[in-house]
């Protein structure tokens, strides 16, 4: 992916994304889970070897995202900085 670019990945498209520059990025994703609660194939963390490879993926399949993403630090709010992110 490059500047600008839009993925659209639809229902049931198991995907991740992972960074592979030294630069900094912003990704912003938009989604919906239609049947959350209900059952894995609403909205899973599927087990995918590539992902795990890049410190990405779950080890077991889960449909709670507390549980797929608890070994990582809470997200917190910053400031944009000029100069923070490229300007072209």
Known sequence: MRQWDFVHCPPGTEHVIV??????????????????????????????????RHGAGVETQV??????????????PTRYRDGWLPSD
């Open 19 to 52: 960074g592979a520059g030294n630069g900094r990025c912003v990704f912003l994703a938009i989604g919906a889970r239609k049947h959350i609660g209900q059952d894995c194939n609403g909205g899973a963390y599927t087990v995918d070897e590539a992902a795990l």
């Open 63 to 76: 449909s709670d995202a507390n549980v797929a993403y608890e070994r990582f630090a809470p997200s917190r």
